[in-house]
């Protein structure tokens, strides 16, 4: 079964630049989250899907950030425009539903020159 | 607000020891404690724990949930070079949305 699919898988932009991350989970699995993880740090969510729909986006910095998954399938999560601080490994992962364990992709490490 | 503590942060050990990393937290209402190993890439799932006292086990690897204590510990006996990680805990409460500690940073030595 193949698992969680990120891509890119590593990604350098200067500053204010636009940039983009697409995420295609686990056949059937009806839950997507994306994560931001900082050097030293664990995870933290930035937004989670349950099929099409956003539940929880508290922790996304909506100035900036967006996020799409249309048709419930893959999702994409967006950066405009990027700042320094936004350096960061962002993680996709998927679950089946909501309280079974979650499977992550292999993330995309984001550089900000 | 909730919350995720792991400790120790770093542990250097050698091959053929045994090590116990800890875990404790502060989630409203809790539903499962979960364990991942990460090596340089994406966090690998271990375990799920939901049920206090009932110990889990994988190979060399074993953990158990303390609700009372509101911690959990992961073990690892006869470690191996290839056990040198990032190993995370992390809760879920109600709302499924996963609440990560900093992470143990283990290094095996030969």
């Known amino acids: 079964e193949a698992g969680v699919v990120q891509s890119p898988r590593y990604k350098i932009i200067e500053k204010k630049q636009p940039v983009a991350f697409w995420c295609n989970p686990i056949s059937g699995h009806n839950t997507l989250y994306w994560y931001r993880q900082n050097l030293g740090q664990g995870p933290e969510l930035l937004i989670r899907y349950e099929n099409e729909e956003a539940v929880d986006d508290s922790q996304l910095p909506k100035d900036r950030f967006s996020a799409e998954r249309l048709k419930g399938v893959d999702s994409t999560l967006k950066i405009q425009p990027a700042e320094l601080g936004d350096s960061a490994v962002y993680l996709c992962?998927?679950?089946?539903?909501?309280?079974?364990?979650?499977?992550f992709g292999p993330g995309t490490r984001l550089t900000v020159l | 607000e909730d919350k995720v503590v792991q400790s120790p942060l770093s542990l250097v050990v050698h091959e053929g020891d045994t090590v116990t990393l800890n875990c404790s937290y502060e989630v409203t209402n809790f539903r499962s404690l979960l364990w991942y190993k990460q090596e340089k890439k994406a966090p690998t799932f271990l375990f799920m724990l939901t049920s206090s006292g009932i110990e889990k086990k994988s190979g060399r690897l074993s953990s158990i949930l303390d609700k009372k204590e509101l911690s959990s510990i992961l073990n690892i006996t006869a470690t191996q070079t290839g056990d040198s990680a990032i190993y995370l805990c992390?809760?879920?409460?109600?709302?499924?949305?996963?609440?990560f500690g900093q992470g143990t940073t283990l290094q095996v030595k030969p």
């Open positions: 992962a998927s679950s089946l539903d909501r309280s079974t364990e979650q499977f």
């Open positions: 992390a809760t879920v409460g109600n709302t499924g949305k996963l609440i």
